[in-house]
Structure formats: C-alpha cells, structure tokens
C-alpha cells in the first residue's frame, strides 16, 4: 500500500519561499506520477504540480508556473514543492498525492488514489 506524509509548511510572509517535502512508502517514486494540490476551505482541491516517474517531466497550474518547482530525490525515496514569492493567494491546506497510472487529466484529483494529511501554508501580507 502506498503511503505519502507531506511535511514543510508554516506561516510566512508574502514574498517568502517555503519547501513542503512528501516521503513515499510502499513503493518506489521512479514508478509513480507524484503530485502537489491544494485546498482552501469551501473550495474544490485543485492541482499545483506534477512529475513523471523519473522525474523526466513536469506541468504545472498557471498559477504557480514559474514560482512553483516540483522534484524528487530517489535515493530518499521524495518529492520536494519548492514555492518561492508566495502571496495570500497560496495560502491553503497542501496534499501530496500519487498514482501508479499514468493520468489523463494531470491536475484532477481523481486520477490520484493515494494521498497524504496535507501541510498547512499560510501567507501573510
């Protein structure tokens, strides 16, 4: 069973960077699409950043592109969210999520089946 515990997030202010870490069990993330979404309260999660097993590619919302950077360290069996020049606007509750199968739709949350707690980020102006 695959399992993933996301760590890394606190309180900064706007135009601050934070690092949020995922550690997978279960399986190897060469054999995963990792992914980072996010969710405010009353709001729908939505999808920040994928990568490929291998970490051979990357998308990302439009909203982050460019701020955002996922990536992944096999040896320690992780995948990093690097966010830099955070607003208010990124404030919200952040999951990592994976999947065994390759997804159509890289950001909907129903391709993924498996998923963490979530770490808390928030910004203030």
């Known amino acids: 069973q695959v399992q993933v515990v996301e760590s890394g997030g606190d309180s900064v202010q706007t135009g601050g960077s934070l690092r949020l870490s995922c550690v997978v069990s279960g399986a190897v993330i060469d054999s995963l699409f990792m992914a980072w979404f996010r969710q405010v309260p009353g709001k729908e999660r939505e999808g920040v950043a994928v990568?490929?097993?291998?970490?051979?590619?990357?998308f990302y919302a439009g909203s982050v592109e460019g701020r955002f950077t996922i990536s992944q360290d096999v040896a320690k069996n992780t995948v990093f969210l690097q966010m830099m020049n955070l607003t208010p606007e990124d404030t919200a509750t952040y999951y990592c999520?994976?999947?065994?199968?390759?997804?159509?739709?890289?950001?909907?949350?129903?391709?993924?089946?498996?998923w963490g707690q979530g770490t808390q980020v928030t910004v203030s102006s």
């Open positions: 999520a994976a999947t065994r199968f390759r997804p159509l739709s890289k950001l909907a949350r129903y391709e993924y089946a498996h």
């Open positions: 990568v490929t097993p291998g970490g051979l590619g990357t």
